[in-house]
Each structure stands twice: as structure tokens, then as C-alpha cells.
């Protein structure tokens, strides 16, 4: 099955400065890959997905990457500010089976 | 749009009762939802797969007999955690999918946190 692994677990920032999270997958066949953000007791929301047909999808601050070859997605968030705190988890879907894959989480501190 | 109802959302028992939550899609129809179970500071972590008509598909590790689930309808679905032990207690949600539209995207329901005393 997939399997997805998240890096960094723990990510601390000052205000106004960048984030980038990282994941890598296992199964080629994965073709979506959605980010959320959970706050503390609540649902896991979606902020940005891109499909294996993209390299590259932006949202005003959030940006995802994503390289097929190397099967490695990646979420920026720029300009961050203490109400992006939070934890932020990535996923895979593969198409066949239709459920999805989450990596371990990284719980981002933005710092005023 | 696409709006996932969970209840209850918090639930406090004693250990060897038996406790169902359920998961409904509000706006549109689910063919499809998933349960999952998170502990502190983890991930989540799929436990089944249920299609409405017919059984739900487990994932490995996860006890059928324990955690029965249902899903009698396109927009409701229900799991029912079985004599219910300290073990147990964990933060369980549920996810559904827009079987129109959207059909990647998943829509996540509030949460149930179980407490078994």
C-alpha cells in the first residue's frame, strides 16, 4: 500500500517568514495530493491540493510543489503569521483504491 | 457546500459499553465514507472504508467485531465501537466524498472524542 512519510514532525518560524513542509510517496500510481490544516480538537481542513498532472499550484500565500520522478510533494506557506500555527498534514490518493494516505503531521509554531 | 455532520461530539462511558457515532453528508451523496482514528499529537490513521449496500472493508490490524460500521444510506453512516475499553479511547472522525463532483476531495466531519473510563 502507500505510504507516506512528512518531514520536518516540528517546524517553528518567526512572523512574516517562510515554511516549507516536505513528503514523499511510495506509489507511483498516486495521482492527488491534498494538504490540511488541524487545529487542536478540530477537523483537518483542506488548503491546497494539485493533481499528478500539475508541477505546481499556488493560493495567495500557499504554494505546493510537486516532483512525479522523484515522488516528492512540498507546501510553502510565505509571509506566515501566528494564526498559521497549527498542525499541517499531507496525503496521497491513489485513484484505484480511492482513499487517502497521511504523512505523520508537522506541528508549525509562527512566533510573533 | 459539501458539509460532513458527525455526533457526537464528545462522548464520556464506562468501559464495556457499547458507543455509535454517526457520520452524515448534509448536502450531497456519499457512496463512500471513511473512518479514521487519531491519537494525541498522531496522525490519522484510516480504520475502514464504507460503502453504502454492502460491508465495509478494514484495514489490517483494525478488529471488525469491534468497530462495526454501517452506512444503510447515501448520506449516513455509523460506527459502533463494542464493549468499549480504555484502550479505545481516541479522537474518531469521518470523511466523505462528493460522489458527483469533486471526487478526489474529502470532507471531514467534526470528530467524536470517546473517553472510556
Known amino acids: 500500500g502507500e505510504n507516506v512519510e512528512q518531514h520536518p514532525s516540528t517546524l517553528s518560524v518567526q512572523e512574516g517568514d517562510s515554511a516549507v513542509i516536505k513528503c514523499t510517496y511510495s506509489?507511483?500510481?498516486?495521482?492527488?495530493f491534498p494538504w490540511y490544516k488541524q487545529e487542536l480538537g478540530k477537523r483537518p481542513q483542506l488548503i491546497i491540493d494539485?493533481?499528478?498532472?500539475?508541477g505546481e499550484k499556488k493560493d495567495q500565500r500557499i504554494a505546493v510543489t510537486l516532483n512525479k520522478t522523484a515522488k516528492h510533494f512540498s507546501l510553502h506557506i510565505t509571509e506566515t503569521q501566528p494564526e498559521d500555527s497549527a498542525v499541517y498534514f499531507c496525503?496521497?490518493?491513489?485513484?484505484?483504491?480511492?482513499?487517502?494516505?497521511f504523512g505523520q503531521g508537522t506541528i508549525l509554531t509562527v512566533h510573533p | 457546500g459539501a458539509v460532513v455532520s458527525q455526533h457526537p461530539s464528545w462522548v464520556i462511558c464506562k468501559s464495556g459499553t457499547s458507543v455509535k457515532i454517526e457520520c452524515r453528508s448534509l448536502?450531497?451523496?456519499?457512496?463512500?465514507m471513511f473512518w479514521y482514528r487519531q491519537f494525541p499529537k498522531q496522525s490519522l490513521m484510516l480504520m475502514a472504508t464504507?460503502?453504502?449496500?454492502?460491508?465495509?472493508?478494514?484495514e489490517q490490524g483494525v478488529e471488525k467485531d469491534k468497530f462495526l460500521i454501517n452506512h444503510a444510506s447515501l448520506t449516513l453512516s455509523t460506527l459502533t465501537v463494542t464493549s468499549a475499553h480504555p484502550e479505545d479511547s481516541s479522537f474518531y472522525i469521518c470523511?466523505?466524498?462528493?460522489?458527483?463532483?469533486?471526487?478526489?476531495?474529502?470532507?471531514f466531519g467534526s470528530g467524536t472524542q470517546l473517553s472510556v473510563l
Open positions: 506509489d507511483s500510481a498516486s495521482n492527488y
Open positions: 496525503a496521497a490518493s491513489n485513484p484505484s483504491y480511492g482513499k487517502l494516505t
Open positions: 464504507s460503502n453504502e449496500g454492502s460491508k465495509a472493508t478494514y
Open positions: 448536502d450531497f451523496q456519499a457512496t463512500t
Open positions: 494539485i493533481r499528478s498532472n500539475v
Open positions: 470523511s466523505a466524498r462528493d460522489r458527483r463532483r469533486m471526487r478526489e476531495k474529502l470532507f
